[in-house]
């Protein structure tokens, strides 16, 4: 498996790209910057610098004072009018990415204010146990913490040490852990009732952050995958979707179970349709794609975990952090 694979999926996602360099999640002009920022770990792993460097700009340029951004915005409307402090975070994988690829720290240097200011809006978010509220609006905090936001807001904080430790010679106070195994077994995750167990995300992201209990992977994979199709998004439904089996595969390579990782991996590709998109998800029991759409992060997800087990960049520089 190599680049060639997935070139349709990258030229996709850059078509979706404005012109400002907000790139949204299909020609509907959906755009959030987690999603975004998941693009722009594809386009690193191809090396498309022009487009990486317009969609690095956008964000930067829409980060307000306490270094957040809007949720979400729909053909430039916003359509959420509040602040999730994984969507700006986010931000640091990219530029982690494409430091390990060039090793060029020039770009990096010449946003290390914002980066300062985005990762102390992110810091501000942090609840008593270490964990992060989900969002922010006119009333305050939104909600409590959510497994998958504080997992990838981890992932933000690790990318954003390793950018101080290794391109800006700053010290990063925060450079411990917040989490361990136990912190993800509570009620306290749980909404109206309804346990979070049932969501893939919340079961396989811990493994991304070394918090996973490897001897519960067969219990995971048990409740999750379904043979020959991939990972399913809620346990109860029969719809599998292609980010997160991706990204389960990631999780589960992370932990040592490369083997399983890259078989799901096979499922994933008999997704991709003959124009070389993947859908973001296939309701099995119906025979159909749904929602009916090709999302960009969606295929950014597949490309993503495409490098992390077969070194797509050909440079051993996976992002596993």
Known sequence: MNKETFRHAKDWIITNQKSDGAICWDEHGKFDAWDHSECLLALAIFEEWDHFDKGLEYVFSNINSEGLIISETIKDKVTKDYYEPHHAAYIFLPLVQKYMIDGNASYIQKYQKKLKLIFEGMMNFRDTDGLFFWAL???GFADNSLI?????????????SFLCTNV???????????????TFHSSRFNRDGIDRARFSMDSYYPYLIDCGDVGNID????KFYVEGLGIKCVEEEPWVTIAESSECCIALHKAGKTAEAKKIFNDVMQHMNKDGIFPTGYQYKLDINWPDEHSTWTNAAAIIAADCLYDLTKKDKALLL
């Open 219 to 222: 219990q995971l994979l048990n």
């Open 168 to 182: 800006l010679q700053e010290e990063n106070q925060e450079d411990t852990n917040f989490f361990n195994l136990e």
């Open 137 to 139: 609006d006119t009333k």
């Open 148 to 160: 998958t936001a504080s997992c990838s807001l981890e992932l933000s904080r690790r990318a954003y």
